[in-house]
């Protein structure tokens, strides 16, 4: 079975412009998360998502959106684009989103802002 | 507001070797988990171990095993007969037990170890 696949692999923006990143979970995982892990640091908690509900939210601007589609796809957005957002951005899934359960990672999309 | 310490950015050991990893969090909840994760320049972040912290005996994983000790806030991972394949960055992770309909799968990450092994 294939694991958490995350597209792009790589991305260049320039500041001000808008990115959108994709995921797809494994076959039969429900909850999605989304981390930003600025080179140097651990991951940062962004999103969770759960039957297409949002569970969770960390300690981000608006500028950072997520959606969840019916075959637990996920989507994060980022409008207005700063030079901070330059980071490694990985998604997560899990298969019913308990907190008993394993977290699959996917190997990431790095964005680099111009 | 929970947080998790790695105080060692760097450690290096010899193949076959012990070496001992880190970690110290802060929290004032009782139900809360405990990870450690490997990133290998894959960038993918693999599971090595966790650790409940209702359960007083320590985890273990092959040659992975990890001493929890509660009242000290502190949660270190051992790595034995070390082998060049565990060269990677770890993680040390904290996540509350929050419950159903919660945010479950948020994980709170320390700022890492970077762990080389020599031949």
């Known amino acids: 079975d294939a694991g958490v696949t995350q597209s792009p692999t790589h991305l260049i923006k320039t500041r001000g412009q808008h990115v959108t990143l994709r995921c797809s979970p494994i076959s039969g995982h429900k909850s999605v998360s989304w981390y930003q892990q600025v080179l140097g640091q651990g991951p940062q908690f962004i999103f969770q998502y759960y039957e297409k509900e949002e569970r969770g939210r960390g300690n981000f601007p608006d500028r950072f959106s997520a959606r969840q589609f019916p075959n637990y796809s996920s989507e994060l957005n980022v409008n207005a684009l700063l030079l901070g957002d330059s980071a490694l951005y990985l998604c997560?899934?899990?298969?019913?989103?308990?907190?008993?359960?394993?977290?699959?990672f996917g190997s990431g999309t790095q964005l680099s802002v111009l | 507001a929970q947080t998790v310490t790695q105080s060692q950015p760097e450690m290096s050991v010899q193949e076959a070797e012990t070496v001992t990893l880190s970690c110290t969090y802060d929290t004032s909840e009782s139900d809360y988990y405990l990870f450690w994760y490997k990133q290998p320049p894959s960038r993918q972040m693999i599971l090595v171990i966790r650790q409940e912290a209702y359960k007083q005996q320590n985890a273990t994983e092959n040659r992975f095993s990890v001493n929890f000790q509660k009242a000290a806030k502190s949660f270190s991972l051992k790595i034995s007969d070390s082998q060049l394949g565990d060269a990677a960055m770890y993680f040390c992770?904290?996540?509350?037990?929050?419950?159903?309909?919660?945010?479950?799968?948020?994980?709170?990450f320390g700022t890492g170890t970077l762990l080389a092994v020599q031949p």
């Open positions: 997560a899934s899990s298969s019913v989103g308990t907190e008993n359960e394993k977290l699959f």
């Open positions: 992770a904290y996540r509350s037990g929050v419950g159903y309909g919660g945010a479950t799968n948020k994980l709170i």
